[in-house]
Each structure stands twice: as C-alpha cells, then as structure tokens.
C-alpha cells in the first residue's frame, strides 16, 4: 500500500479533529475531537515507521508514549469537566465567559 | 548465561530524579503526617486554630525544599563534569548533558522553592490541602528541567506534557473558585490542542530525516549535513509545526488566547511559577531546537520566528494597556516579554542564546515577586486584584508599594534594574545579527509597555479621598521573605549582572554529534 494513502487517511483524521475542536461547544466533545488529532499523529508516526522498515523503529516506540500520555492527559481533563460540571451542571464551552479580554 | 548489564549513566537527569522521589514521598508522607482540612467546611479563609503558618504544618515543605536543594546539587556536580570532560549526551543519546541544561535547571529550581514557599503560606491561610501541591509543583519542575536536556523529540514531547498535565492541576487548584475553574478549562483545552500540533511536527520530522533523535548518529543534525537543501521541504514543514507548539508554551502571539485567563484564575503563586517555569521551559526548548540544531535551515525559520516576535512585542503591550485586571495586565505583559525574548533567538549567536537564558533568570525572578504581592494583597478569592484596588497602596504599605515600584520600573526595562540589563542583552544580540529593525519595533512596544506599568504607579500612590477600601496585605514570613528576595535580587542583579552573564555565556555550550 503506498503511503500516501495512510497520510491522506492521517490528515483527513486531523482535519476533521481540528473542526470539532473548533466547532463543538461540549467540552467533552472537544476532548474526543483532540483524541481524534492524537490518533492521526499515531497513524502518521506508524505510516512513516513502516516506510522506513527497521530503521524507523522510533515511529512505532513515539506512537505508544503518545497513547500512554493522551490517557494521563484525558484523565486530568475528565476530572476538569467533573468539577465544572459539578457546578455549572452543563459543560458548554460558549458559557465559561467569566473572564473576557 | 552471563547478563551482563548495561552501563548506563544517571548524573545527566539525576535533578530530574531527585525532584520526582521527592514529590512521591510527600505525597507518601502528605498520607501520614499531612495536616489535612478533615471536611470541606463553607467558611474558606480562616486557617483553623494551631495551625500557624510555620506551626505544625511545616514538614511537607522543608521536605520539597530539600528535593529542590538536592537537585541544585545535582545540577552543580553535572556542571563540574562537564567543565571537566565536555558536553555529552546520555541514554543513548537522549539526553544532553551540557551547559545550557545546567544552568536552566538551578533556575527553575530556584524558580521552584520560591513557589513552594509562597505556596505553603497561600495554601496555609485559605485552609487548601497541600501535599498535592508541592508534589504537583515539583513534577512540573521536574518536567521543565527534562525539557532543557532533552536531546530528542520524544523526550521533549514528554517533558512538555509532565509539566502541562501538572500544571493544568495546579491552575483549578482552588476548586471553589469558579474562574479558577473556567482558567483550568480553557488552558487544558488549548494546552491539549497545541500539543497535538506539536505532535504531528514531530511526526512530520520523523517522517523527513527517518529519526526523531537531535544530535546522535542519523539523527536531525547529520541528516541536515548530509541531505541537499532541496529536499528538506517536509523538514520545514514540521519545524514550523514544532514552533507553533512550543509558542503556545511560551504564550507568543497568535497562540497567546488562553494566557490572561489561566493566570487570572490561577492563584497567584500558580501564576508566578507559570509565567517563570513554563516560559524558561519553553524557550530551553526552542533555543536548542532552533539556534543549535535546525540552525542549517535558519533562513527558512527565521521569518516566521521573526514574525511571531514583532506581533507578539507590540500586542502583548498593547492589549496591556487596556486591561483592568492586575493579573491580566501582568498576562499581557508576559506575553510581551516573550516577544522580547523571541528577538534573541532570530539572532542565532551565542550572544542571543546567553542573553535569553539570562532575561528568563531574571524575569522570572521579578515575576515571581510581582505575583507575590498581588498575592497578599488580594484577599482569600484574590477578589482584590483590579488596579483600583492598588488605590493608596503606598498609605497603607509604604514598604510593599516601594517594592512593586521597584519590580514594576525592572519590567518596564528601568535603568539599574536586571530587566533593562536583560533588555539590552537581547536587543544587542539581535543588533549584532543585522535585526537592527526588530529592535526598534522592540523598543517602540517597551515604550508602549512602560505605560501601564506606571499606570499602576500612580493608583498607588496617589492621596485619594475617596479609597473605597484600604488595601489590606496579609503577609507572614515566607511571602515576605520570597518579596524581599525578589526584590534583591532585581536590584543586585541590575547593578552588578556581570556574574550572571558569564554564567549564562558559559551555557551556551551545546552537546554536539
């Protein structure tokens, strides 16, 4: 399979991502819309590792740190949307607007 | 079968490791001796009875102090050594072991025991649990440090993300405040969008030299020896990515949006430590990245960096101008500071890279101190922190507006404070490069700057009849002593930097191929 089709498969997942990110006002929806960003990084990584064969190792080694991190960074973002959903009960990006400018 | 095994070298992330023993064990001993609020009772504030400020509850800071004080040590010892044999790198190249780090590490140590120190009488008088906090503190140093010394991309991604995750933790540490709340929301979520950006610039560099390591054999810079300059398109392409990353670590503009909130809803003390730590980090980063090993392609580079400095001098100081708020002028301000940084890595000499080690040493050293005040000025909720609320400071606390003055005349870049020596460091660097024009736009923005410093000036000293409310400092002896160094060291460092500056030449030695 030519790489270019796991690269075109990569940016259109992080295409895509960077719409929700932008696009979404649920702060969870956000948070998979970056998980989504994450994971193209990982095809990305994984692509490139199998084009360069033994020598690009360090592709497939990067792609599990990313895995690992994104779950240590879902974990501290969960608990962020918990505490604001605790108060607020809504997590609606649009109306976190206490502090402007 | 013999196992033979293998030898492998700690000296260079030794701090690293001092620090994150040191926060595993107070958590460890936060369990067992930690003076915690039994219940969340309503009225915050009012630190409970015998529970002084250096009464019983002073184990688990002397405990991280002396983290941060092993890792000074630590730091000194890897000095020694590499004034004796060179710079190297370790782990099979992941980590460099040279100047730079070094003296990176004992600021951000030193930028870390100062918020300690503030932290534990923050934390003590609002009645918050503190254990957490020095831990989460002392990951993030630990994370900052790994930053300086990476000498690959994985490493760096790593470092970047143990000190974001901490300190996004850190910024909603006061859960019941409700912009503390919306502070760590928003900085989570930019902060967890740029790095993705920052992830796909590594992958793209990967993707173009085959390795993500920096100095060893086949990696980044013997590939940009070895390769024509035709080629490195896709190499461009993820340097530009990686800028964008690091940028928004730094808080340059266009990637500024989440810095006046996340340092207004911080506590202060949070917000001292990011605007010192994570700004060092960020540029260690940057200056490695961009001055040592993508120097082959500077010419590529430096005009998108080039960019990001002028917009970000002159909106940093502009949007300063208009804010009400304390904490979000200093945002803005910082933000400036940044771009003053940013004309010392155009430059791309040793010059450039000394003076930028040497303005983020001292700015932060001033920052932590201006946070300071505003911390024991604002009131439990830190409620008081709009400039109004500064209105006859100077009455009240003659001593403390003589302090802020001072602090406030270093940012503006004053004459005998360390911040017009750390200006002029880094605009004399970028003047030797032929960035004669950057400069001026520099200069224009510190003139624009200088105004709403001195705004702040003259609400605290002006005899007003009409103060609505006296500002009140609530100050024990730590707040006082961190101030009083600050302070210090803003005077001494801008009458006598030479010391300092010899150091920070001596960091510009890099670990090489």
Known sequence: ?101 | MDFVAPKIALSGIAPEIALAATALLVLLADAFIGDRPRTLRPEHGSARPGSGILGNRWHLPLLSLIGFGAAVYLALDAWDRVDATGATTQFSGMIAVDGFSVFVKITLAVFGALTILLGHEYLVRRDLEEGEFFALVLFSVAGMMLMASSADLIVTFLALETFSIALYVLVGYQRSRLDGQEAAMKYFLLGAFSSTFFLLGIALVFGATGSTNLYGEGGITSFLATTPAADLSLLVLGAGLLIVGLGFKVAAVPFHMWTPDAYQGAPSPVTGFMAAGSKLAGFAALLRLLDVVLFPLRWDWRPLVIGIAVVTMIVGSILAVVQDDIKRMLAYSSIAHAGFVFTAVIATNDRGISGALFYLATYGLTIVGAFAIVAVLGGPEERRTRVNDFRGLFAAHPLLAGILTLLMLSLAGVPITSGFVAKLVVFGAAVEAGYTWVVVVGAIASAIAAFFYLRILVVMYMVDAEVAEEPKAVMGPLSIGVIGLSAAATLVLGLFWSPLIELAEKATFFAGP
Do not use: C, H
Not at chain 1, 3 to 11: E, R
Not at chain 1, 29 to 39: A, F, Q
């Open chain 1, 1 to 101: 399979m030519p790489i270019t089709y796991l690269l075109i498969l990569s940016s259109m997942l992080f295409s895509i991502g960077v719409y929700g990110v932008l696009a979404r006002q649920n702060a969870v929806l956000i948070l998979l819309s970056i998980e989504l960003m994450l994971n193209a990084v990982n095809i990305n990584l994984v692509a490139f590792s199998a084009m360069f064969g033994a020598e690009g190792v360090a592709g497939q080694v990067f792609a599990l740190f990313i895995i690992a991190v994104a779950a240590a960074e879902v974990g501290v973002g969960l608990a962020i949307v918990i505490l604001i959903f605790r108060n607020r009960s809504n997590v609606d990006v649009d109306e976190m607007s206490l502090m402007k400018w």
